[in-house]
């Protein structure tokens, strides 16, 4: 499995950003996810959604009600779509791929993307 992330920017805060991961080989086997890493902080976990198109969902407390996670496993394409940004939003964000959606959860997949970075102006 190969993940490649975009969609990444420079955004006001208050506003909004769409991150697109493409994914190839088997990924409707996986479960898929994102994290991010703010300078000087350890990587976290984001969001995740099960193997499925329109599966199960988890959050973030820190971005629980702002963002929204989906995949279109036709396309092979996650995304995230960012709301109500904050400056506290600014990190590379990853994408993640795992068989085990617990491991996506703990930021241990088995497959990561190169970073794409957000960075969010007060």
């Known amino acids: 499995v190969q993940l490649q992330a975009s969609g990444g920017g420079l955004v006001q805060s208050g506003g909004s950003l769409r991150l697109s991961c493409a994914a190839s080989?088997?990924?409707?086997?996986?479960?898929m996810g994102w994290s991010r890493q703010a300078p000087g902080k350890e990587r976290e976990f984001v969001a995740s959604i099960s193997r499925y198109s329109g599966g199960s969902t988890l959050y973030a407390d820190s971005v629980k009600g702002r963002f929204t996670i989906s995949r279109d496993n036709t396309k092979n394409m996650m995304y995230l779509q960012m709301d109500s940004l904050k400056p506290e939003d600014t990190a590379v964000y990853y994408c993640?791929?795992?068989?085990?959606?617990?491991?996506?959860?703990?930021?241990?997949?088995?497959?990561w993307g190169q970073g794409t970075l957000v960075t969010v102006s007060s």
């Open positions: 080989g088997r990924t409707f086997d996986y479960a």
């Open positions: 993640a791929a795992d068989k085990v959606l617990h491991k996506v959860i703990v930021v241990t997949p088995e497959y």
